[in-house]
């Protein structure tokens, strides 16, 4: 974390890492530990590394694709997909649900189901293994694969209660024109999925409206700009729609000024349930668990307020009857014992 305030004055309070945590706003691709992609990337003799910054929102994106292009073939992604995993896992992370962008290396090593395939068995391998529950978010790019979100979502649909729990959209929101991939979410949703939107980050409140208008979306990943609109904010919290929020991140592509000045304050203020998330940890350097070091040490929160952002988790994510019982117990033990 680059946070002079945090490094010289760390606030005392319970341990983050053992805190119960549902990271539910996570690209798979954006979130390999950074050590396997450099050990990935030398065996091609290819000295990868991360950009200090990003002077815009397209450069990110244009970074993002440079490491799913260092996968040559499908037993070097499952091995990516299981070190993700074992590395959530000791961050405390009880519920993983990685956003999975399949069109990223189909068709260059397999088609879209065996890519598919390749991955939702490697990371539900990893969960078994490390103990940890993981539930694919099946991810369509909503700027580059509208003719092939019918068959994402079909894809989606057919792993259902097998290693998919939601169907997402991400991209460039102005919005996106997301009525577009309404057909897509239709599918998924029929299939008992949540269908989860990349929506207020780039794009203001019409993008928060369309992603819940014209996709359905029950969940939003951002939503920060929301806080712009008070009817918007109304709207979230009556229904209750959470916003996987990821500060760091939004700092490090501009979307919020600062992280003391991060909106999700404003939102759970308004009564929306917001979740706390690291989007792309291998690009902006800080972890889910940093994630809750800003919000004690920058936004001042309790660590009941931590566990009541934690226990957000329990409510929106696709996890199962058993992890959710288990994880409500851990909370509660977690806020019970006496800080460290
Ligand atoms: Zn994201």
Excluded at 155 to 172: D, I, N, P, R
Excluded at 206 to 230: I, K, N, P, Q
Aim: charged residues 20%; glycine residues 8%; contains cysteine.
């Amino acid at each position: 974390m680059d946070n002079e305030r945090s490094a010289e004055h760390p606030v005392a309070g319970r341990d983050l890492v053992a805190l119960p945590k549902a990271h539910v706003h996570v690209h798979l691709d954006g979130s390999y530990p950074l050590a396997a992609v450099r050990a990935l990337a030398a065996k091609r003799g290819i000295d990868f590394d991360v950009p200090r910054s990003f002077p815009d929102v397209w450069s990110f994106f244009a970074a993002y694709v440079t490491m799913p292009a260092l996968v040559d073939h499908l037993a070097d992604l499952a091995g990516l997909c299981a070190e993700l995993v074992r590395a959530e896992a000791a961050k405390g992370v009880w519920y993983l649900e990685p956003a999975i962008e399949p069109q990223l290396y189909a068709p260059r090593l397999g088609s879209l189901a065996e890519v598919t395939h390749v991955m939702v068995t490697a990371l539900q391998d990893a969960g078994r293994a490390t103990g940890i529950e993981v539930g694919a978010n099946l991810t369509v790019n909503t700027d580059q694969d509208l003719p092939i979100a019918d068959d994402l979502a079909r894809l989606a649909a057919q792993y259902a209660g097998h290693g998919v729990t939601a169907f997402g959209t991400a991209g460039f929101e102005e919005p996106a024109g997301l009525g577009r991939f309404a057909r897509a979410a239709d599918i998924a949703r029929a299939a008992g999925l949540q269908v989860v939107a990349h929506a207020g980050q780039t794009g203001g409140p019409d993008s928060v409206l369309e992603a819940l208008d014209e996709l359905g979306a029950t969940r939003l990943s951002h939503g920060v700009r929301a806080v712009s609109s008070d009817d918007l904010l109304k709207r979230l919290a009556d229904q209750q729609i959470a916003c996987d929020v990821c500060p760091v991140s939004n700092v490090g592509l501009g979307v919020s000024r600062s992280l003391p000045e991060h909106e999700a304050p404003a939102l759970i203020r308004a009564g929306v349930p917001v979740t706390l998330n690291a989007d792309d940890e291998l690009w902006f350097g800080a972890s889910v668990v940093d994630q809750y070091r800003v919000a004690r040490e920058q936004w001042g929160m309790s660590d009941a307020d931590l566990a009541g952002i934690a226990r957000n988790g329990l409510l929106v994510a696709g996890m199962s009857d058993a992890t959710r019982s288990r994880y409500q117990d851990a909370l509660a033990a977690w806020l019970a014992a006496s800080p460290g």
